[in-house]
Each structure stands twice: as structure tokens, then as C-alpha cells.
């Protein structure tokens, strides 16, 4: 558990390994994945569940959103930038 590269968290829950990673360019993105904890390596699986953090121009949250609005494990880590969160 702990920081492993610069805006890259490894970490785990009772239940799931999450990983958190941020982002910032011209837009602040940050995203949270969990799987199982013995699939956190795999990234290019299709077995994680993201959300994306939105926040204001103040640093509020404004929402936190699943990708294409789904809470099933049915997302690639490594695409989670590529998915609609609405």
C-alpha cells in the first residue's frame, strides 16, 4: 500500500484493491478503480469498476460518476480515460 509512482496510489479495502491515479494537465482528471485483490496488476483485464472525480474551478467535488454509468467489474484500467462518464 503506499505511493509506488508519482499520482499512482496502490492500495486495498476489506473487499478490493483500488487504484487511484491523477492527472494534471490543462484538466484535473483523477479516477478510482477496484478489482479483486489478486487482479491489481492486471490492467489490461477487463475486471475493474472506475469512477471519475469532477471537480469545480474552486477544487470542490462536484460529482463522483462510474464509467459509462455501469457498477459492474466490465472496465480496462488502462482505457479508463477513453470512457463516458455522464
Same mark, same amino acid.
Given at each position: 500500500?503506499?505511493? /509506488? !509512482?508519482?499520482?499512482?496510489? &496502490?492500495? @486495498?479495502?476489506?473487499? &478490493? @484493491?483500488?487504484r487511484? @491515479? !491523477? &492527472?494534471?494537465?490543462?484538466?484535473?482528471?483523477? &479516477?478510482?478503480?477496484?478489482?479483486?485483490? !489478486?487482479?491489481?496488476?492486471?490492467?489490461?483485464?477487463?475486471?475493474w469498476?472506475?469512477r471519475?472525480?469532477?471537480?469545480?474551478?474552486?477544487?470542490?467535488?462536484q460529482?463522483?460518476?462510474?464509467?459509462?454509468? @455501469? /457498477?459492474?467489474?466490465?472496465?480496462i484500467?488502462?482505457?479508463?480515460?477513453?470512457?463516458?462518464?455522464?
Amino acid at each position: 500500500m503506499g505511493l /509506488k !509512482q508519482p499520482g499512482l496510489f &496502490y492500495g @486495498s479495502t476489506d473487499q &478490493y @484493491s483500488q487504484r487511484i @491515479s !491523477q &492527472y494534471a494537465g490543462e484538466v484535473y482528471d483523477e &479516477y478510482i478503480g477496484e478489482c479483486l485483490p !489478486q487482479d491489481q496488476h492486471r490492467q489490461n483485464h477487463a475486471i475493474w469498476r472506475i469512477r471519475r472525480i469532477i471537480y469545480d474551478g474552486a477544487w470542490n467535488i462536484q460529482a463522483i460518476l462510474y464509467a459509462n454509468r @455501469s /457498477k459492474e467489474f466490465t472496465f480496462i484500467w488502462r482505457d479508463r480515460a477513453t470512457y463516458a462518464y455522464t
